[in-house]
């Protein structure tokens, strides 16, 4: 099976950068996922990773290292609205390509 | 281009009753997901349906639970019996179901929340 580890709860300033680890073990790793929601909303898309390295789109960027099992999501230029919890997801070959997801990060911007 | 659907938003129900959740997938496409989350929690999965298959369900308890995508229609999580542990928000998604040339990533809809009083 798999296990996706990241911290409960984060507290960053307005303007701040902020990283959220996330670690995983999985026998057929087949992408890892990141995903924004805030409270009683959806799940929203933010990022993909499938190969080692940085993918940036805009303030949000995702790393990966695969032979580490460990990714992590950084927030620049922290804004009010990125108050959200973030969810890390994992897709396993073996697990039918469905995704496992970690139990997510609540991230709290203050002013 | 309609996202990923579901009703109803919020949903009351007595223990021993039926919860019945559908969700309607977005245009184009053919996986359907459905994960339940609790306060406070991550997602957790259920059940991995096509048209008219059950792909997997190994998240989905054995007994009270059943889910469908038939051919026409929408999909539905269907909740027998209803205790009040199955309060939670039921989340469904859906994928084009193409891995090669996407991300393939999960488009989810606003989901249900379900209470059992």
Request: overall charge positive; charged content about 20%.
């Amino acid at each position: 099976g798999q296990n996706i580890d990241q911290p409960t709860e984060m507290t960053a300033t307005e303007g701040a950068i902020v990283q959220i680890n996330c670690t995983y073990q999985t026998s057929g790793f087949n992408g890892l996922f990141w995903y924004q929601q805030h409270a009683g909303e959806a799940p929203t898309f933010l990022s993909y990773n499938v190969l080692d390295g940085l993918e940036e789109k805009g303030r949000f960027s995702s790393f990966l290292s695969r032979s580490k099992g460990y990714s992590y999501l950084l927030l620049k230029e922290l804004q009010m609205k990125d108050s959200a919890s973030y969810l890390c997801a994992v897709r396993d070959k073996a697990a039918g390509n469905k995704l496992t997801f970690g139990g997510g990060t609540r991230v709290l911007v203050k002013p | 281009n309609a996202g990923v659907m579901q009703n109803p938003r919020h949903l009351v129900r007595r223990r021993g009753q039926e919860a019945r959740l559908r969700c309607s997938p977005m245009k184009g496409h053919s996986h359907v997901y459905w994960y339940r989350q609790l306060p406070e929690e991550g997602l957790k999965f259920m059940v991995y349906l096509q048209k008219e298959n059950i792909i997997d369900e190994s998240g989905m308890p054995k007994e009270r639970f059943s889910a469908e995508f038939p051919k026409e229609g929408p999909s539905i999580l269907r909740i027998q019996q209803v205790v009040r542990g199955d309060s939670a928000a039921y989340f469904c998604a859906s994928s084009p179901g193409f891995v090669t040339t996407t991300y393939n990533e999960q488009f989810f809809g606003p989901g249900t929340r379900l209470t059992v009083l």
